[in-house]
């Protein structure tokens, strides 16, 4: 009896064992490949824009660490991406980060300006390799949706009046005036542009901010975790992640066209 008592005992410890070894099998697969992501990402965005420059460069890539052709590099990307937009008639939003703005612009006049106080971004755009984050910073992003903590259009169900003496014009208020405020703009790229609201002192505000990047990182997780298990690396998202106050997050957030651009400059 004893003896049977022992066997299962080993046995279940085996099954443990080996299921711990599993998952920690696991873990190291899913780390690794996570880590190949950005390498990834960036190898192809240098092979897009090689695709496009086949004959350019033969002079360039010997004076790419030359300080004075990458600040005018920088310029003329941005100057690029600005007179594409210009172009388009619409509201869009620069996003300067050389002097920590976010503004909204129609035809190059500013209509609206905001100052950022806190700027995280990928380390492939911080201290990637210059030429090919300027290439790519030549053209606008391209906005394909967004996810926020307020509405986008607010909607107001209304009964029409009988006739005008019935009517009574009202201004019903804005309840986004106390609701945090934060929010993803993402891109046709993949490039996802996080806004959210400086003011962080309430509770509510606090909780609020954590449970929208919980739920980010969790989306961000299983898809993550569908691609590991069809043998597949990652997509990785370039990401540009902005404090600014709150009333100019949301005024930025409904005055951007639901397919609006974004010009960034470094």
Not at 74 to 95: C, G, H, P, T, W
Not at 214 to 222: E, L, Y
Not at 242 to 261: N, V
Request: hydrophobic content about 40%; charged content about 25%.
């Amino acid at each position: 009896m004893e003896t049977e008592v022992v066997t299962k005992r080993s046995g279940i410890r085996i099954v443990l064992i080996i299921l711990i070894l599993l998952i920690c099998s696991f873990i190291i697969y899913f780390s690794v490949m996570s880590a190949m992501a950005p390498a990834r990402k960036l190898e192809i965005i240098k092979n897009e824009l090689n695709s496009k420059h086949n004959d350019q460069n033969s002079i360039d890539n010997k004076i790419l660490t030359d300080s004075a052709y990458s600040k005018l590099l920088k310029e003329k990307s941005f100057l690029q991406s600005r007179i594409v937009m210009a172009e388009s008639d619409s509201i869009y939003l620069i996003i300067d980060l050389s002097d920590s703005s976010a503004n909204l612009e129609i035809s190059g006049i500013v209509v609206h300006a905001a100052k950022i106080s806190d700027i995280k971004a990928s380390k492939i755009l911080l201290k990637g390799d210059e030429s090919v984050i300027y290439s790519r910073l030549a053209t606008p992003f391209k906005i394909s949706g967004s996810t926020g903590t307020i509405k986008r259009d607010p909607i107001l169900v209304k009964m029409a009046p009988k006739d005008t003496s019935e009517y009574i014009p009202d201004t019903p208020p804005d309840t986004s005036l106390n609701e945090p405020v934060n929010y993803i703009l993402e891109t046709t790229d993949g490039t996802r542009i996080y806004v959210y609201q400086e003011e962080n002192e309430k509770r509510s505000d606090q909780m609020s901010q954590f449970v929208f990047d919980t739920k980010d990182k969790v989306q961000n997780a299983i898809s993550s975790l569908k691609s590991v298990i069809a043998f597949k690396v990652p997509d990785y998202h370039l990401f540009i992640k902005i404090k600014i106050p709150r009333a100019d997050a949301k005024i930025i957030y409904r005055a951007l066209p639901k397919t609006g651009q974004v010009a960034v400059f470094w």
